[in-house]
């Protein structure tokens, strides 16, 4: 039997009933995932080592070595913060032309049923691309 989760829907809303909207399951690991990738380490003052250093990252020269960086950095932070969550794959597709890159997280949880989400995040290009 799969584990279920539950937990508030990030980015916090709230239900018709005027209570804070509730994540399951999938969605939780989904939400908990894109919060450690869009965290700094130092933003959270109770824990100023929880997050990525991958939107650091995306304001360095767009090229394959930021890539590999970046797909680095996104697997050890979700290894330290999601236990829950085994990363299958991490793929980056570079857009120099809009100074987007898209990150594609493969992702199994912890009952053994493979989940994917996908997180865009937007870097600023520097010179020298």
């Given at each position: ?65 930021m890539a590999s960086r970046v797909e ?30 898209n990150v594609h997280i493969s992702w ?22």
């Amino acid at each position: 039997m799969p584990q279920r989760l539950k937990a508030i829907s990030v980015p916090m809303r709230y239900d018709s009933t005027g209570f804070p909207a509730p994540a399951f399951n999938d969605r939780v690991l989904h939400d908990m995932i894109r919060t450690i990738i869009l965290t700094v380490p130092g933003e959270r003052v109770m824990r100023p080592t929880y997050g990525c250093w991958a939107k650091i990252f995306l304001f360095d020269t767009l090229n394959q070595a930021m890539a590999s960086r970046v797909e680095f950095e996104i697997r050890r932070s979700i290894q330290e913060w999601e236990p829950r969550v085994d990363v299958l794959g991490v793929e980056l597709t570079l857009v120099k032309s809009s100074a987007r890159v898209n990150v594609h997280i493969s992702w199994r949880a912890a009952d053994d049923v493979d989940r994917q989400s996908t997180i865009g995040i937007e870097g600023a290009p520097n010179n020298g691309n």
